[in-house]
């Protein structure tokens, strides 16, 4: 937890405190809030420290704790000690079954692209309203099912490529259903519409319809493995560690400077871009940064990425 106390330290700076019993917010910030949360926040309290000051506290204090961006590693691994059964149940080798066949011969309706919606909208719709967040994991049930489901059905769908495969015809319908209950949720959002239902089914359409598109855009593609792939590989972790903190930092001085929204968005989105990639391709070269951002070590970053899986054709999917 190297980088999250600036982000906190800046965070309670600027009037907002997200802990683990949720989100508090300044008296000064709280009508800002208010289009977005009408009942309004509980109260922030003040914050003078200097980051000296404030640095042992982080460590020591539970409300001064936060994991920042990096929440979803603490997920994962408890999604992983979970999903364990299923993962060794898959892996086993494949028996001549007409269970094995139907799943892995078998076409499809196109209705089965769309069947994690179930389990995804009923979680909205019973655990949403209890649970609403953060994500703190040890009382966050709808965050915590939401994603689990995700990850689950990637299992399967990769553990059986003619499922995988229909995604494929799909994603143009997943983009445009996609799109719509985006700009549900817009509307809903902007004209304050009191419609909690509809927006958290909007919320959960959108997020696996987006999935879908994304899934099937990307091996209509088809990409291969080489130098770009295995770059690109080898960045994801440490830049998405690296973002965060550089656009925190950043944007405390953007945010005061006398420039309109879309100069600051810009301005920022530029200048974070740039100092994030730079920091990467400097950390990149050292063994101890390669380490502190869960690199492999120079002698086995090398090693080639595989492509994406691109199985042989599979019949049209049924309507």
Same mark, same amino acid.
């Given at each position: ?45 003040? #914050? ?72 995804? @909208? ?24 939401? #994603? ?28 445009? @259903? ?19 239902? @509809? ?121």
């Amino acid at each position: 937890m190297l980088l999250a106390p600036g982000i906190k330290y800046l965070e309670l700076r600027s009037g907002l405190d997200l802990g683990y019993s949720g989100l508090r917010v300044a008296e000064r910030l709280q009508e800002s809030f208010r289009p977005l949360i009408p009942q309004g926040l509980p109260v922030a309290a003040p #914050f003078s420290e200097s980051f000296g000051e404030f640095l042992p506290t982080f460590y020591t204090q539970l409300d001064r704790f936060t994991w920042s961006h990096l929440w979803f590693i603490a997920y994962l691994v408890a999604f992983s000690v979970i999903v364990l059964p299923l993962l060794a149940l898959l892996a086993r080798p494949a028996r001549e079954t007409d269970c094995e066949t139907t799943c892995n011969t078998a076409r499809p309706s196109r209705l089965w692209v769309y069947a994690p919606l179930a389990p995804l @909208v009923a979680i909205q719709l019973l655990l949403r309203a209890r649970w609403p967040g953060p994500y703190n994991l040890v009382a966050d049930w709808a965050n915590f099912s939401f #994603f689990l489901t995700f990850l689950v059905t990637g299992i399967v769908l990769a553990r059986y490529p003619v499922l995988e495969s229909a995604l494929d015809a799909e994603r143009w319908p997943a983009l445009c @259903v996609a799109s719509v209950a985006l700009l549900l949720l817009l509307v809903l959002v902007l004209g304050r519409f009191e419609v909690p239902a @509809v927006l958290l089914v909007a919320a959960a359409v959108a997020g696996w319809c987006c999935v879908v598109a994304l899934l099937g855009f990307v091996r209509a593609q088809r990409p291969r493995a080489g130098p770009r792939l295995a770059a690109l590989a080898e960045s994801a972790l440490p830049v998405y560690l690296l973002h965060q903190p550089v656009i925190v930092l950043l944007g405390f001085g953007v945010v005061a400077l006398p420039l309109g929204i879309a100069a600051k968005f810009v301005l920022l989105l530029a200048t974070a871009t740039c100092a994030t990639l730079a920091l990467y391709t400097v950390a990149r070269r050292f063994r101890a940064t390669r380490f502190l951002l869960g690199m492999r070590p120079l002698a086995s970053a090398t090693r080639p990425v595989r492509a994406i899986r691109t199985p042989a054709p599979v019949p049209a999917v049924e309507a």
